[in-house]
């Protein structure tokens, strides 16, 4: 069976610093691959997609950036974190375009 | 563009009732998938259910139901005789044939069951 590993499950860091969170996807091959942020009190937002190694698309501009080094592995990082970063981080897989997708357990970042 | 509205924001019913959660979405593309997901206090997102546009018919998963209605472009979520285990966020989300892949998330309705 599938399974999706998200880490670290919590994370504090000072306004400034750089951030790299990962994701790793078990007992499947060329995953479509999200990265979401989900703000206080919103829904989850699409910041990252990847059909591929290498491969990534953006949908919000902003000082966060990801990478796909491996085929089952999708990393989000940060040189410089701002406040306004502050968030719940999921990262997902589908097996497809428009298949459904499953969720990490999230990453809860706090940037104080 | 696409849109999900989930006009309810919070939801509390007394255990055994039955409720309704509603969702409401908005694109131009005339094939799309809509899903529903649930966030339960651990926050990790369970997927419950996905439809594509050309497929109206209405789904039932034990006290889960799904009521998908393009000529209102909504597709709602009852839950019968509800459970305290049911309480959660609840989000529902599109994704489009075309264009860029991923979910647009409504809001969410947060679904509070009290015993």
Redesign the interface.
């Known amino acids: 069976s599938q399974t999706i590993h998200q880490w670290p499950a919590t994370l504090v860091q000072p306004v400034g610093s750089p951030l790299s969170l990962e994701c790793t996807v078990e007992g499947t091959s060329n995953p479509?691959l999200?990265w979401?942020r989900q703000a206080a009190?919103?829904?989850?937002?699409?910041l990252f997609?990847s059909?591929g190694i290498g491969q990534i698309?953006s949908?919000v501009p902003q000082n966060l950036s990801a990478s796909r080094p491996q085929d089952r592995q999708f990393i989000l990082s940060s040189k410089k974190l701002l406040l306004s970063d502050s968030g719940?981080y999921?990262c997902?897989w589908s097996k497809r375009?428009?298949?459904?997708?499953?969720?990490?357990?999230?990453t809860?970042l706090t940037v104080v | 563009a696409q849109k999900v509205t989930q006009a309810q924001t919070e939801i509390s019913v007394v255990e055994k009732e039955d409720v309704t959660l509603d969702c409401v979405y908005e694109t131009r593309d005339t094939t799309y998938y809509l899903f529903w997901y649930k966030q339960p206090p651990s926050g990790e997102l369970v997927f419950l259910i996905r439809r594509n546009s050309f497929d109206e018919q209405n789904e039932i998963s034990g006290r889960y139901s799904w009521n998908f209605q393009k000529s209102t472009s909504s597709f709602n979520f009852t839950i019968t005789a509800s459970q305290v285990v049911d309480s959660a966020v609840y989000f529902c989300a599109l994704n489009s044939g075309g264009g860029a892949d991923g979910l647009t998330f409504g809001k969410g309705t947060h679904l509070i069951i009290q015993p």
């Open positions: 479509n999200y979401y009190g919103r829904g989850l937002q699409l997609y059909v698309s949908e719940f999921l997902a375009r428009n298949a459904e997708a499953f969720f990490g357990q999230g809860r």
